[in-house]
């Protein structure tokens, strides 16, 4: 079955770029949707984007311009780059796939999450 | 931006009980495209429910989702040891995609 695994730097400077890859196991990445979701600590869950193998993107306008989703289908992995990151972006960090391979639908498989912290 | 509105915050019920969890959105959520997310301590979420009402795959069937134009119903029939846990509708009918700010599911 699709499995999901997150990886990056646990720790980033404030005013940084935050980098994390999601790394797709027993599965294709093609012809899928994968997203991006953010925990703050004891806090809900919030949705920064969704990228198509094919490339094609969608963001939270609120997150727009700071948040860069990208696919590399030769590794079967995409990305999330989250620039001038400061202590509110604290958070665990989780990719997710798209069901039923489309864009409209809830997220049915989830990574494990890893945990981001801003600190100088 | 669709908001979704859950209530109660916490729900205290013993084992056993029937937990009956509300969710309600700030506009109309096309098509039912709602979801239930079960999350435990130090874990991912998992998805319960799609489409306001349909159950994931391998969902006991103890869990059920309902709605009624803009609110939602998540019931747990009879609390297992293991529900006891937060809970998050979302809607994926719309961008951006949004998560109510979740209920928890406390033992009594």
């Known amino acids: 079955q699709v499995q999901l695994q997150e990886s990056g730097p646990g720790l980033v400077k404030p005013s940084e770029t935050l980098s994390l890859t999601c790394s797709v196991s027993?599965?294709?990445?093609?012809?899928?949707?994968w997203s991006w979701i953010r925990q703050p600590p004891g806090k809900g869950l919030e949705w920064f984007g969704y990228i198509y193998s094919s490339g094609s993107t969608s963001y939270d306008p609120s997150l727009k311009s700071r948040v860069t989703i990208s696919v590399d289908t030769s590794k079967n992995q995409f990305s999330l780059k989250l620039s001038s990151v400061t202590a509110a972006d604290t958070a665990v960090y989780y990719c997710?796939?798209?069901?039923?391979?489309?864009?409209?639908?809830?997220?049915?498989?989830w990574g494990q999450g890893t945990m981001v912290t801003v600190s100088s | 931006e669709i908001v979704l509105t859950q209530s109660p915050g916490t729900l205290s019920l013993s084992p056993g009980e029937r937990a009956t969890l509300s969710c309600r959105a700030s506009?109309?959520?096309?098509?039912?495209?709602l979801a239930w997310y079960q999350q435990r301590p130090g874990q991912a979420p998992r998805l319960l429910i799609y489409g306001a009402s349909s159950r994931a795959t391998g969902i006991p069937d103890r869990f059920s989702g309902s709605a009624s134009g803009t609110d939602f119903t998540l019931t747990i029939s009879r609390l297992e040891p293991e529900d006891f846990a937060v809970y998050y509708c979302q809607q994926y009918g719309s961008s951006p995609r949004t998560f109510g700010q979740g209920t928890k599911v406390e033992i009594k």
């Open positions: 997710a796939r798209h069901a039923a391979a489309a864009a409209m639908t809830a997220f049915d498989i």
């Open positions: 027993g599965g294709s990445i093609s012809s899928s949707y």
């Open positions: 506009q109309s959520v096309s098509s039912s495209y």
